[in-house]
Every structure is written in C-alpha cells, then in structure tokens.
T-cell receptor, first 111, second 115 residues
Framework: GNSVTQMEGPVTLSEEAFLTINCTYT??????LFWYVQYPGEGLQLLLK?????DKGSNKGFEATYRKETTSFHLEKGSVQVSDSAVYFC??????????FGQGTTLQVKP | KAGVTQTPRYLIKTRGQQVTLSCSPI?????VSWYQQTPGQGLQFLFE???????NKGNFPGRFSGRQFSNSRSEMNVSTLELGDSALYLC??????????????FGQGTRLTVV
C-alpha cells in the first residue's frame, strides 16, 4: 500500500541555520506529493506541492524536489526563522484521492 | 474567499455519548475529507465525501459515520464515545475528488475530549 516516512523529530536549529527534513514514500503509480505545516493549535496549511517527477515545489523560502528515482521529497530551507517553528507533514495523494501523511516532524528554531 | 470552517472548535463529552461535528468547505468545493489526529497515531484518514456520496473510507469502526449535504457541508458522527476517541478532528476541502493533483485545504479542527 501507499505510505510516507519522515525523519524522526524533533529537529532543533538555531536561527539562520539550513533545514532539511527527509521524506520518502512508497506508492503505486505516480502520486502527487505535498508538504503541510501545522502551527500550534491550528489545522494544516499547504506549504508546497509537486505533481510529477523532477518538479520543484517552493513557497516562503521552502523547497522540495520530487525525486522518482529515490522516491523522496525532502523539504529544505536555506535560513530558518523562529517563526518557522511548527510541525511539518509530508503527504502523498494517489488517484484514489486519499491523502496519506507521514508522522510529522517537529521543528524548533531557537533565537 | 472564506476558508474551511469547522464547528465547534472544542468539545468535551462523556464516554458512551455521541457527538456530531460540522464542516463547511470552501465555496465551490465539492469534496470533503475527514481526518483524526492523535499524538500516537498521527493523521489518519476517516472518509471522503464527494457530491453527497462517500468515495473513500478509512479503517475505522462503524461508530464513525459521516454525511454530506447538497450544499457540500459535511457532518461526521461518532457514537458510543470511547476515551480513545479523544483527538483533533480535521476536515479538508478540495475542488474535485479522486484527482491526485488536487490541493486539500484544511480547517482549524475540532478538539474532542472524551472523559
């Protein structure tokens, strides 16, 4: 079946550090891939998406590239801010329409 | 354009009771999905409705049910509540259903506590 695996958290970084959150997936066919972010007490917000191999999604300084050969969709940001502290979820969506989420990675950025 | 609205935001119920949660999708969106979020299990898919029909169903007991109305608003019901049903219930709205590149927009969730 389809599944998403994210790196274990929490990830603790200093402000302006480089961020990578690893995400790999298992899926039949060619799913679309998403990153969502959840701030404390809130629902999920779509951060970025990629719908086919080699697509790069980007938003608010975050980037992720759909790598079919390694079945990965790692999230990166060159310089994190305290306001980026949140839980990040990698997800895939296949033709069944169902969104499958990873376990989430908590990011804490310290000043 | 209004976002996804879930009501109520917080609920406290007693074991054995039932509860109904409501979700109003973004105007024009016809697909509504429900997810349960807990610290132990993460985000788990409950079901999806599209044009008043259930399209997908997750692996939850029959105590969890839902429906969608002609205006695309959706409700989910949990009967005979158990302590383990305590969770954040999230609703997601999409323009179409069953299409892999369709973006899903989430509401703020309903925090259900069963005591």
């Amino acid at each position: 079946g389809n599944s998403v695996t994210q790196m274990e958290g929490p990830v603790t970084l200093s402000e302006e550090a480089f961020l990578t959150i690893n995400c790999t997936y298992t899926a039949t066919g060619y799913p679309s891939l998403f990153w969502y972010v959840q701030y404390p007490g809130e629902g999920l917000q779509l951060l970025l998406k990629a719908t086919k191999a080699d697509d790069k999604g980007s938003n608010k300084g975050f980037e992720a590239t759909y790598r079919k050969e390694t079945t990965s969709f790692h999230l990166e940001k060159g310089s994190v801010q305290v306001s980026d502290s949140a839980v990040y979820f990698c997800a895939l969506r296949s033709n069944t329409g169902k969104l499958i989420f990873g376990q989430g990675t908590t990011l804490q950025v310290k000043p | 354009k209004a976002g996804v609205t879930q009501t109520p935001r917080y609920l406290i119920k007693t074991r054995g009771q039932q509860v109904t949660l409501s979700c109003s999708p973004i105007s024009g969106h016809r697909s509504v999905s429900w997810y349960q979020q807990t610290p132990g299990q993460g985000l788990q898919f409950l079901f999806e409705y599209f044009s008043e029909t259930q399209r997908n169903k997750g692996n939850f007991p029959g105590r969890f049910s839902g429906r969608q109305f002609s205006n695309s608003r959706s409700e989910m019901n949990v009967s005979t509540l158990e302590l383990g049903d305590s969770a954040l219930y999230l609703c997601a709205s999409s323009y179409g259903g069953g299409q892999k590149n369709t973006e899903a927009f989430f509401g703020q969730g309903t925090r259900l506590t069963v005591v």
